[in-house]
């Protein structure tokens, strides 16, 4: 099992920045990547960043060039650095994590810490 906390959400002014953290324990070996996906009210999920445990990167096209998603192997944490947030960006951002164990894949979330952009 691989827990997930979030943390760093919040209200911020459009323009203003935010950093998400994410912080994984359990049986974190077999992670093969982390990432943060988001869910406004009346949509779907939908990917925001990844990080691969090789290092590679993949980010939504709404975010790229305002979001950095960033890992700290030593504190096993993910963070999410969002620039020139604006009020789409507003959503609940859920930490993700995939695991392969025996050939399966298994997924896992965080509970989700809301991001509300608004002047």
């Known amino acids: 099992q691989v827990q997930l906390v979030e943390s760093g959400g919040g209200l911020v002014q459009p323009g203003g920045s935010l950093r998400l953290s994410c912080a994984a324990s359990?049986?974190?070996?077999?992670?093969?990547?982390m990432g943060w996906y988001r869910q406004a009210p009346g949509k779907q999920r939908e990917l925001v960043a990844t990080?691969?445990?090789?290092?590679?990167?993949d980010y939504a096209d709404s975010v790229k060039g305002r979001f950095t998603i960033a890992r700290d192997n030593a504190k096993n944490t993910v963070y999410l650095k969002m620039n020139s947030l604006k009020p789409e960006d507003t959503a609940v951002y859920y930490c993700?994590?995939?695991?392969?164990?025996?050939?399966?894949?298994?997924?896992?979330w965080g509970q989700g810490t809301q991001v509300t952009v608004s002047s």
């Open positions: 359990g049986s974190i070996a077999s992670i093969i990547a």
């Open positions: 990080i691969a445990s090789g290092g590679s990167t």
């Open positions: 993700h994590a995939a695991r392969i164990l025996v050939n399966t894949k298994f997924n896992y």
